[in-house]
């Protein structure tokens, strides 16, 4: 079986300058891979779709570039999903975790 991935993408090949250098600040990736990414459609970060910390690293650059003006779009598996999709499903993992620490065992 697959795994389910979830991912963003940027709604325009073109990226400005700004937006660039916070991709690569935050994903690491070097500016010709995020470029190439753009262009070609494809997923700027990627995480498995049960991974909370994967979650949250989408949502974060997804916010950052919203500031910038820049339209994303994210998706889980193959399908798009909207923003608030993944900020709601990251406001569950978080309180997920917050009742498994205060109802151990």
């Known amino acids: ?5 979830i991912g963003l993408k940027v709604a325009k090949p073109e990226i400005p300058a700004k937006a660039l250098m916070t991709i690569k600040q935050l994903t690491g990736l070097p500016f ?20 909370d910390d994967g979650l949250r690293l989408i949502n974060k650059p997804k916010r950052e570039l919203k ?8 998706y889980e598996g193959d399908r798009e999903e909207s ?23």
């Not at 995020?34 to 970060?45: F, G, L, P, T």
């Not at 500031?67 to 994210?74: A, E, G, I, M, W």
């Not at 923003?83 to 065992?105: A, G, R, T, V, W």
């Open 67 to 74: 500031k910038l003006k820049v339209s994303t779009k994210l």
């Open 32 to 51: 010709s891979e995020i470029k190439s990414h753009a262009e070609n459609d494809e997923y700027i970060v990627e995480f498995p779709a049960y991974d």
């Open 83 to 105: 923003s608030q999709f993944f900020d709601n499903m990251e406001e569950l993992y978080k309180e997920i975790d917050e009742y498994c620490e205060n109802h151990p065992d």
């Open 1 to 5: 079986m697959d795994e389910i991935t």
